[in-house]
C-alpha cells in the first residue's frame, strides 16, 4: 500500500518568515495538493531563548495572504495535535528514555565552562574540540564514568544533556529526492543534545518524533538542513521507524541578486525590495522590515516568483496560477543549485499579474489614494482611469504618480517642454483647440477631423509642436496616454478650462 503524502511546514517562531522559509512552505503545499495529501503547520519553538512574541501569529498571516493553506496544523488543530512543540513537551522524555535503555544515547554532565575549557585547550593546539566518538572518553558522561557516579548525579539533580551516541566510522546515506545520495562518515558528526534536564527536547528529537507521530510521509526543506540529515537518518534507525522515514527533499538556497551568499535582510535593506511576506515591527527594537503586502505586491505573483526560484516547469511558461503550479509541480525539476533573487523579474510578475486584475479591482486599490490626496471622483471614472492606465504601473502605489492629471489640472508647467514645443503663434494655436472643441461635436472622430486633420496637417503646421503643447496644457508635461482619448476622458469642460490657463499662464513666447 502506498502511504498517504503528509507534509509539513515547521518553523521555529524566531522572528518574520524570511522569503525562503515562504518558498519552503510553498513547495510543501504544492507537493501536497498535487499528490492529495495534507499540510501541516507546526512549530518548532523548543528554544525558548529564541522565542519572538508575535512571530507564530506572523507566520500564518503571511501563508494565509499567500493562499498556502493547511489541513492541520497550530492554528486550526487536527488528529495529530498538539501542533505546538512547548505543548507536546510531556511526550519526549520517553523517546530520550529508550535511546538511553537502547545505548544509542547517553548522558552528559559537561558543565558550559567545561566545554569552554575544551575548546581553548583545543584551539591552542590549532584544532577544533567536537563533542564525537573520537573525544567523549574525555569527557563527563554516562561512557566515561561509572555507573554509580552517573547515578548518584542522576539522584542528586545534577543538570545534565542526552546525547546521541554516534557509532564510530560508520558511513550515513540521506537519499535525496533532489540531490541523490549524500553520504557522510560518523567519524565526522558531533554527538548532538537531544534533549535536557529540564525536560525540554532539542529541535532534532523534537523534530524526528513529530514526524514520525504526526506520520509525515516527506521531509522538504531548506538545504541548511542537509548536514543534520545524517543525525536524523540515524534517529529513525535507532528508534526502530526505518520503514517509515519519511523521503528527504532538500531545497536550494535563495541567493542574493549577485549570486553571491544567501539571500539576507540586509540584502532587502540595501537594494530596495522586500525579504518578508508582510511588513515585521521588530517587537524588541521597534525596527520596521518591509513586506510584500504593504509594498504593493499581489500574492499571485510572489507565489508565481518564489515557485520559479529553484524549480521550473520544463517549459517556456512563466505565468503559472496557484492551480497551474499544483497540476506542474514536480521535485526532479527541483534545481540542486541556489536560485538568485531577481528584483526586476519581481516587479515582472507584479505587472503582469496586475493586468489580470478587473478594472474595478484597481479602481478598489486606488480610491484609498485618492482620498488621501483629497480628490472625490466618481466610481465609474475611477474604473475607467484605472483601465487605460493600469499596463504603466508595477504597482498600485504608482497610480496617483501616473494618473493624478485625470483628477487635478496641472498648477504647472514642464519648462524643458515649454522651450522644446511651446513656439511663437501656440497661444492662436491653443485659442483654435478651444474653438474647435466648442464648435464640432464632442466625439473622438469628429475632433481628430477638426483638429489634427484639418487645421493642423491642412495648415502645415508642426503635428508634434501643436499636440504635445496641448499635451502640456493638459497635463503639465508631455507624457500619458493617447491625446484625443485623454481629451475626451477629462471631458469637454475641463479641457477648455486647462487650455485656457495655459494659454494665459504661459503666454505668447517671442522668436
Ligand atoms: N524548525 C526548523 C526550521 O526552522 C525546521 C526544519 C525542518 O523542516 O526539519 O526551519
Known amino acids: 500500500m502506498t502511504r498517504k503524502v503528509r507534509v509539513r511546514f515547521a518553523p521555529s517562531p524566531t522572528g518574520p518568515l524570511h522569503i525562503g522559509g515562504v518558498r519552503t512552505a510553498l513547495y510543501n503545499y504544492l507537493f501536497a495538493r498535487q499528490n492529495g495529501g495534507d499540510m501541516i503547520l507546526r512549530i518548532e519553538d523548543t528554544d525558548q531563548t529564541r522565542f519572538v512574541p508575535g512571530?507564530?501569529?506572523?507566520?500564518?498571516?503571511?501563508?494565509?495572504?499567500?493562499?498556502?493553506?493547511?489541513?492541520?496544523?497550530?492554528?486550526?488543530?487536527?488528529?495529530?495535535?498538539?501542533?505546538?512543540?512547548?505543548?507536546?513537551?510531556?511526550?519526549?522524555?520517553?523517546?530520550?528514555?529508550?535511546?538511553?535503555?537502547?545505548?544509542?544515547?547517553?548522558?552528559?554532565?559537561?558543565?558550559?565552562?567545561?566545554?569552554?575549557?575544551?575548546?581553548?585547550?583545543?584551539e591552542a593546539q590549532k584544532k577544533t574540540f567536537q563533542y564525537d566518538c573520537n573525544t567523549r572518553a574525555e569527557m563527563e558522561n554516562s561512557l566515561s564514568l561509572s555507573a554509580e557516579e552517573v547515578q548518584r548525579r542522576l539522584d542528586s539533580g545534577a543538570p545534565y544533556v542526552v546525547r546521541f551516541k554516534f557509532p564510530a566510522d560508520t558511513e550515513i546515506t540521506v537519499h535525496d529526492l533532489i540531490r541523490g545520495d549524500v553520504t557522510m562518515n560518523s567519524n565526522l558528526l558531533d554527538d548532538k543534545v537531544l534533549f535536557k534536564s529540564d525536560g525540554m527536547p532539542t529541535y532534532h528529537l523534537a523534530n524526528i518524533v513529530d514526524d514520525h507521530t504526526m506520520e509525515v510521509s516527506h521531509v522538504i526543506r531548506g538545504e541548511e538542513w542537509l548536514p543534520s540529515a545524517p543525525l536524523h537518518v540515524m534517529l529513525y534507525k535507532a528508534f526502530g521507524w526505518e520503514d517509515t522515514m519519511p523521503q528527504f527533499a532538500h531545497l536550494p538556497l535563495l541567493l542574493k541578486p549577485e549570486g553571491n551568499g544567501k539571500l539576507s535582510k540586509r540584502d532587502g535593506d540595501r537594494l530596495g525590495f522586500p525579504v518578508f511576506p508582510?511588513?515585521?515591527?521588530?517587537?524588541?527594537?521597534?525596527?520596521?522590515?518591509?513586506?510584500?503586502?504593504?509594498?504593493?505586491?499581489?500574492?499571485?505573483?510572489?507565489?508565481?516568483?518564489?515557485?520559479?526560484?529553484?524549480?521550473?516547469?520544463?517549459?517556456?511558461?512563466?505565468?503559472?496560477?496557484?492551480?497551474?503550479?499544483?497540476?506542474q509541480f514536480n521535485v526532479a525539476h527541483i534545481s540542486k543549485s541556489g536560485a538568485k533573487f531577481n528584483v526586476e523579474k519581481a516587479k515582472w510578475f507584479n505587472h503582469e499579474y496586475l493586468q489580470m486584475r478587473s478594472d474595478e479591482e484597481i479602481a478598489a486599490m486606488f480610491e484609498p489614494q485618492l482620498k488621501e490626496h483629497g480628490i472625490e471622483a466618481k466610481h465609474d471614472y475611477v474604473v475607467k482611469v484605472c483601465g487605460m492606465m493600469k499596463e504603466r504601473i508595477n504597482f498600485p502605489s504608482e497610480l496617483w504618480e501616473q494618473t493624478s492629471y485625470f483628477f487635478e489640472a496641472p498648477t504647472e508647467y514642464d519648462p524643458a517642454a515649454i522651450k522644446k514645443r511651446w513656439k511663437p503663434g501656440m497661444t492662436t494655436h491653443m485659442a483654435k483647440v478651444i474653438e474647435i472643441l466648442n464648435t464640432v461635436p464632442f466625439e473622438y472622430d469628429a475632433i481628430h477631423k477638426a483638429l489634427l486633420d484639418e487645421y493642423i496637417v491642412g495648415n502645415q503646421l508642426n503635428m508634434g509642436q501643436v499636440m504635445n503643447s496641448l499635451r502640456l496644457a493638459v497635463v503639465g508635461k508631455t507624457v500619458g496616454p493617447d491625446m484625443l482619448t485623454l481629451v475626451m476622458t477629462i471631458g469637454k469642460e475641463e479641457t477648455i478650462r486647462r487650455v485656457q490657463r495655459a494659454i494665459d499662464t504661459i503666454g505668447e513666447v517671442a522668436e
Open 278 to 327: 508582510l511588513d515585521w515591527h521588530d517587537p524588541k527594537t521597534g525596527e520596521l522590515s518591509s513586506g510584500y503586502r504593504e509594498k504593493g505586491y499581489l500574492p499571485e505573483a510572489v507565489v508565481n516568483m518564489l515557485a520559479l526560484l529553484g524549480w521550473n516547469p520544463g517549459t517556456e511558461q512563466e505565468i503559472l496560477s496557484m492551480d497551474d503550479l499544483i497540476k
Open 55 to 122: 512571530a507564530e501569529a506572523y507566520i500564518i498571516e503571511a501563508l494565509d495572504w499567500l493562499g498556502i493553506k493547511f489541513d492541520e496544523g497550530v492554528h486550526i488543530g487536527g488528529n495529530y495535535g498538539p501542533y505546538r512543540q512547548s505543548d507536546r513537551k510531556p511526550m519526549y522524555r520517553q523517546y530520550a528514555e529508550q535511546l538511553l535503555r537502547e545505548g544509542w544515547a547517553y548522558y552528559a554532565f559537561d558543565s558550559a565552562e567545561a566545554l569552554d575549557a575544551k575548546r581553548k585547550e583545543y
